[in-house]
């Protein structure tokens, strides 16, 4: 029997998760579809009943869903109660079983650039559903935070989930600081940019050592990951996050291993179509 499963966020048309999921489903002979669903605002409840009454064996949540989802399930990975976000759910046995791999694939795709956790500080951009998961990863692996935030009720909630688990963070202004010039790892984990939007600020004074991640995948490299460059810094797209916490979502979803390397290259492919298509 063939299994369904799909991505859910609005906007959705920039996903790449289709080709990744199906693309491993090919390569190791899995009887299983993977689609895509824009799901408009104040209709997350009746698609959630949707993919349920259809069959769904599961699926993943993206912007801006992954907090409101947590109330429509019914019960939580420790991962995801730690984070208070889902990115991934299971139907397992008719409960709805919610999980968060952002903040370990996030984790994966960094660590070999950044060189050890341990005793160095990180600096997100945002307070949203993945920069919860990707704040506990990090500080669990022994990084002190520091959480920015248009809005900064959200990143004062933030720094106090992370000091709850045992973690150190501290919240500041959304805009250029004093942290610039001492982060060894800044990470941009706002939906600006995800359609080409420039970034509100300059990095400006950044320490050349950093390690700058943008989670946004694009076709384009966004304007925080250009400047970056100008100033010396390493630089990551959202390409390796969204690969390996698709990976943990496939294992979560149906055991074994994921084909990690048939992913990476069918995500490489269709970002390369998009770029050749856009002229």
Known sequence: MEKHFAVIGDPIQQSLSP????AGYKALGVKAEYHRFRVKPNQLAEAVGGLCALGFSGWNVTIPYKEPIVSLLDTLTPEARRAGAVNTVKIHEGQRIGHN??????????????????????VLLGAGGAAKGI???????????????????KAEQLVQVIQRWGGTATSGEFAPGKWLEDVDLLVQTTSRGLLNESFPFSIN?????????DIIVNQRETDILREAKLRGCRTLNGLGMLLYQGALAWEFWLGGQAPVEEMRQALKSQLFQRMFDKG
Request: glycine fraction near 12%.
């Open 135 to 153: 704040a506990l990863a990090l500080a669990e692996q022994g990084m002190s935070l520091h959480i920015i935030n248009r809005t900064p009720e």
């Open 19 to 22: 080709w990744m999921h199906n």
């Open 101 to 122: 791999t952002d903040g370990a694939g996030f984790v994966r795709s960094v660590e070999a650039e950044i060189n050890g956790f341990q005793g160095k500080k990180a």
């Open 205 to 213: 004074g950044i320490s050349n050592r950093a390690l700058v991640v």
